[in-house]
């Protein structure tokens, strides 16, 4: 995490930490269904991942102790991964050891904290600070801040007020997500939000108690920024002279696929649309995915569009460095890490004008930003 953005944030805890800690401060770093060792783009891995391995990470490099807890997903996983020196995950036992949807994950959270609290005990770990990531990690948060005392600050990563807006019949969990929510914005002693725009919501949706600072999200910009256009395209097998659009991202009906493939109908030069991503075959992500292919080939696409699947990290840069534009057609975006890692890329982007993508994206100077759901405006922009 090397932007300016990121820098702050973790000065903010170390300083936080320093002042209420008696010696070197452990940080516990909680995100109960964003497991920081998980291969990006898998079902339910995906901002938030990133977020918080990259925090983890960087405030390791200043010397700090960190122990980022997730919740275990197959009975192989090792308890205990370290990442760096001074960093490192840690997987709790809560529920059944298997891949659970973060919609029906609630019932598991007082399993979590008492695996959390026995952890703690067990390992005499003198934890300074707690850091809670989503408002299921929330719930964790306030419940150990209440039994420990410990200063716990919190960041949103989306807010369901905000998801669930427009949404006619919202699930149960929606009133139950309202009220941590709420819960947490008053009683944590720091909501971070990653933009003004979620700060705005959080007082006009949530309350206006509590105190938030934004800080913006951090990406590597020397891991994005590593490869050349064209070594990229070289590596990915892509001709000089072709014309990539560029998607990056899960298949969700909220990251607005189907928008961009609608737009891409209407483009009148030759192009090649690449989707980067994938979702494993028995989740929730996959039927978007066969959804949106489905889609491609009803507009008569499947000739210039490729779905890549799954791609790791390390070789994510090349296909930011490969494309012509990046395009970010979500419907709700709280941030909006693909921008900027684009940005970071040297690809220009086009993204929905929509929730922090309003702030990430500069208008006309560090991309161009367009209505969501309208195909027909991106085709132009295109």
Not at 195 to 208: G, V
Not at 308 to 325: E, H, N, V
């Given at each position: 995490m090397n932007t300016l953005a990121s820098s702050n944030l973790v000065k903010s805890l170390e300083n936080y930490a320093l002042e209420t800690a008696n010696s070197q401060p452990i940080y516990a770093l909680i995100s109960v269904h964003g497991d920081p060792t998980a291969e990006i783009g898998k079902e339910g891995a995906g901002g938030q991942n990133v977020y918080v391995?990259?925090?983890?990470?960087?405030?390791?490099?200043?010397?700090?102790?960190?122990?980022?807890?997730?919740?275990?997903?197959?009975?192989?996983?090792?308890?205990?991964?370290?990442?760096?020196?001074?960093?490192?995950?840690?997987?709790?036992?809560?529920?059944?050891?298997?891949?659970?949807?973060?919609?029906?994950?609630?019932?598991?959270?007082?399993?979590?904290?008492?695996?959390?609290?026995?952890?703690?005990?067990?390992?005499?770990?003198?934890?300074?600070?707690?850091?809670?990531?989503?408002?299921?990690?929330?719930?964790?948060?306030?419940?150990?801040?209440?039994?420990?005392?410990?200063?716990?600050?919190?960041?949103?990563?989306?807010?369901?007020?905000?998801?669930?807006?427009?949404?006619?019949n919202p699930p149960p969990i929606a009133a139950i997500r309202h009220c941590v929510e709420r819960?947490?914005?008053?009683?944590?002693?720091?909501?971070?939000?990653?933009?003004?725009?979620?700060?705005?919501?959080?007082?006009?949706?949530?309350?206006?108690?509590?105190?938030?600072?934004?800080?913006?999200?951090?990406i590597n910009t020397e891991h994005f920024g590593s490869v050349s256009k064209e070594v990229a395209r070289q590596q990915l097998g892509i001709a000089p002279d072709s014309q990539i659009v560029l998607y990056v991202g899960r298949f969700d009906p909220r990251k607005g696929v189907e928008t961009l493939v609608k737009a891409c109908a209407n483009l009148p030069s030759a192009f090649q649309l690449y989707l980067v991503g994938g979702s494993r075959e028995d989740g929730a992500d996959f039927?978007?995915?066969?959804?949106?292919?489905?889609?491609?080939?009803?507009?008569?696409?499947?000739?210039?569009?490729?779905?890549?699947?799954?791609?790791?990290?390390?070789?994510?840069?090349?296909?930011?460095?490969?494309?012509?534009?990046?395009v970010v057609p979500s419907y709700y975006e709280p941030f909006g890490l693909v921008a900027i890692e684009a940005m970071a890329a040297g690809t220009p982007v086009i993204a929905s004008n929509v929730g922090g993508l309003q702030h990430t994206v500069v208008h006309g100077e560090t991309g161009l930003l367009v209505p969501p759901r309208d195909s027909t405006a991106l085709a132009t922009i295109c």
């Open positions: 391995r990259e925090l983890g990470l960087a405030l390791a490099k200043r010397g700090c102790q960190v122990d980022m807890f997730t919740r275990r997903e197959h009975p192989n996983q090792e308890e205990i991964v370290e990442l760096a020196p001074g960093c490192r995950t840690i997987r709790l036992n809560a529920g059944p050891a298997e891949f659970i949807s973060r919609n029906n994950l609630f019932e598991y959270l007082p399993e979590f904290v008492e695996a959390w609290l026995n952890f703690q005990q067990r390992t005499g770990c003198n934890y300074a600070l707690i850091h809670t990531n989503y408002w299921l990690s929330a719930w964790v948060g306030l419940e150990i801040k209440s039994r420990l005392g410990l200063p716990q600050v919190h960041t949103y990563h989306s807010i369901g007020a905000v998801k669930y807006g427009n949404v006619e819960a947490i914005l008053e009683q944590a002693d720091y909501v971070i939000s990653t933009s003004p725009q979620e700060a705005e919501d959080l007082r006009q949706l949530i309350s206006q108690h509590g105190r938030i600072k934004v800080i913006p999200c951090g039927q978007e995915q066969l959804r949106i292919q489905a889609l491609v080939n009803e507009l008569g696409l499947e000739a210039v569009t490729v779905f890549t699947g799954r791609i790791s990290q390390a070789l994510l840069p090349a296909y930011y460095a490969a494309g012509d534009i990046c």
